[in-house]
């Protein structure tokens, strides 16, 4: 599990076709690898990947086809910048959201403005994955935590802290750049409960039971 706190900024040094997929050398930067051991995880631009082989100033990857079709992996190039973040700590303090480092598809800025010393972007996410974006709540753009402004269809807006621009990779967005966008867990499940619930099956959630309990603010009378 990770927080969508970036650590450190990291480049992608070598991509390696490999037997259909791809393996990747990704050059770690300021992370610190010391307590890094093969097999751990290290979200990079919020895709979870496993560490195969830690030369020592980085680690290598493998990505798989189900990854390379739902994130921007697919254009990655040698010379990209990544955001990286290792696994929470049991220990750790948890200063984002939850993410899992399970990407859920790619979305598109449209544009990237200045506001005062902020940075305003609109991502267009998709028909598919806007219905999981709410305004105020949590999403993850490239590994990062992020509070979504306001939404229209399915465009949502961020506001950049300058703290957070210079931790990421978020200053090369332009108009036309594809990042790995990962919605937050609870509306995933939260759709699974309500569609066990129209299926019928014993003790699913229901429209009608999240209102008799005060979870819709809106009146709704099940049939």
Request: net charge negative; charged share 20%.
């Amino acid at each position: 599990m990770f927080t969508g706190i970036i650590e450190a900024l990291g480049e992608i040094a070598a991509l390696e076709p490999c037997g259909g997929d791809l393996r990747l050398y990704i050059r770690s930067g300021d992370l610190p690898l010391d307590g890094v051991k093969l097999g751990d995880s290290i979200a990079t631009n919020g895709v979870c990947l496993t560490a195969v082989a830690l030369p020592g100033d980085g680690f290598w990857a493998d990505v798989s086809r189900e990854t390379l079709n739902h994130s921007g992996f697919a254009q990655a190039r040698v010379g990209q910048k990544v955001n990286l973040e290792r696994a929470m700590a049991a220990n750790g303090r948890f200063d984002g959201h939850i993410v899992s480092g399970h990407v859920d598809g790619v979305g598109v800025v449209l544009d990237a403005q200045k506001d005062a010393r902020s940075l305003r972007l609109r991502i267009d996410a998709g028909q598919d994955l806007a219905r999981y974006i709410a305004a105020k709540g949590s999403i993850c753009v490239d590994g990062v935590s992020l509070t979504v402004n306001r939404v229209e269809g399915s465009v949502f807006e961020l506001n950049i802290v300058p703290h957070t621009a210079e931790q990421t990779i978020i200053p090369e967005y332009a108009a036309g750049t594809r990042v790995n966008l990962e919605v937050d867990v609870v509306a995933r499940y939260l759709e699974r409960l309500l569609q066990a619930g129209a299926l019928g099956s014993s003790g699913g959630l229901s429209l009608a039971k999240l209102a008799e309990n005060g979870f819709v603010k809106n009146s709704f009378k099940g049939r």
